[in-house]
C-alpha cells in the first residue's frame, strides 16, 4: 500500500503521543506543534492562530492536514485549509487520551467533576512559559507567591492567589489518564499531591492511543466517519451540536 504524506498541526499536551503513533504508522508526518496555553486565549485567538498554522501550510505539498485537536471550546470553529482537513471527532483532548468520544462521554456522565491529568499536560504545565501570554499567565497561574508579590504587590499577590484557586470549585476529583509515556511514577504522585491539596478523590484511568494512531495511519478509506471528520478544500468545520460533535459548514 501506497504511503500517504501529511501535515500534522497538534496540540503540545500531545507530544509524546503523537511521537509515538508517528513512529509506529505507515505514513509519513511532518509534525507540527503548538504551545499547550493556546486554549487559555479564548476562541477567537485560538481560531486565529491556527489559521495561521493552516495557511502558512505548502499548497499541493500534502495529501491532507491532520488537526491533533477536538472543539476544544470552539478552538477549531471556521477553521478551512486549501488542502483537505481532516479532524477527530472528539469533545477536546481528553477524547484522544481515552481513545474515543464514547469512552469520554460515559466517563463525564459517570463521574460529573473530574478534573483531567495526563504526563503530557503536567509537563507542559511545568515549562509553560510565561510569555506566552495566556490568560492564566497573565494573572500568575504558575508562579509561587514570592515571584508575585515582586511583581505586583503582597496584597495583590494575596488576590490573586484566592482567585487562581477559586477556579475550580466545581472539581472534585483528579483522574490521571496513564498513557504509559514519561514519567508515570513521577506524575502520578504529582497528580496524587495536587487532589490531596485539594481534597479531591485521586483516579487513574488507562490511556487509549488508538484514536491517536487511527488518525495519522489512516487515509480517506480508512477513516472512521463516527470518529474522524474529513473537510474537503475551503471547506470549514463548525460545530454539530449533537454526537458527532463537528460537521462541515452548511451539511
Known amino acids: 500500500m ?4 501529511y501535515k500534522l498541526i497538534a496540540c503540545e499536551v500531545l507530544f509524546r503521543e503523537i511521537c509515538a503513533a508517528a513512529v509506529n504508522c505507515k505514513n509519513i508526518i511532518d509534525v507540527d506543534f503548538v504551545f499547550r496555553g493556546l486554549h487559555d486565549l479564548g476562541e477567537e485567538k485560538m481560531v ?3 489559521q495561521a498554522e493552516l495557511d502558512a501550510v505548502e499548497p499541493n505539498k500534502y495529501e491532507a ?11 477549531i470553529r471556521g477553521l478551512h485549509s486549501h488542502t483537505t482537513i481532516v479532524v477527530p ?3 477536546d ?3 484522544l487520551f481515552l481513545g474515543s468520544k464514547e469512552k469520554y462521554r460515559k466517563y ?6 473530574s478534573y483531567f491529568k495526563t504526563s503530557g499536560w503536567l509537563e507542559r504545565e511545568r515549562n509553560t512559559d510565561a510569555s506566552e501570554g495566556t490568560i492564566l499567565n497573565q494573572m500568575g497561574y504558575g508562579m509561587d507567591r514570592q515571584k508575585l508579590i515582586e511583581l505586583y504587590g503582597e496584597e495583590n499577590a494575596e488576590y490573586l492567589e484566592e482567585m487562581i484557586g477559586d477556579m ?3 472539581y472534585k476529583k483528579m483522574t490521571y489518564i496513564n498513557m504509559g509515556f514519561g514519567m508515570v511514577e513521577n506524575d502520578r504522585e504529582e497528580a496524587k499531591r495536587m487532589a490531596n491539596e485539594k481534597n479531591w478523590e485521586f483516579e487513574e484511568l488507562e490511556g487509549d492511543n488508538s484514536l491517536v494512531f487511527r488518525l495519522l495511519n489512516g487515509n480517506e478509506s480508512e477513516w472512521n466517519p463516527n470518529e474522524f471528520l474529513v473537510i474537503p478544500p475551503e471547506n470549514t468545520i463548525e460545530p454539530s451540536y ?7 459548514s452548511g451539511r
Do not use: R, V, W
Open 93 to 95: 483532548c481528553i477524547s
Open 108 to 113: 463525564f456522565d459517570e463521574n460529573p467533576g
Open 168 to 170: 475550580t470549585p466545581h
Open 242 to 248: 449533537d454526537e458527532d460533535i463537528i460537521k462541515i
Open 2 to 5: 501506497q504511503k500517504k504524506y
Open 65 to 75: 492536514i491532520l488537526l491533533g485537536y477536538g472543539l476544544c471550546n470552539n478552538g
Open 48 to 50: 486565529a492562530k491556527l
Open 89 to 91: 471527532k472528539a469533545h
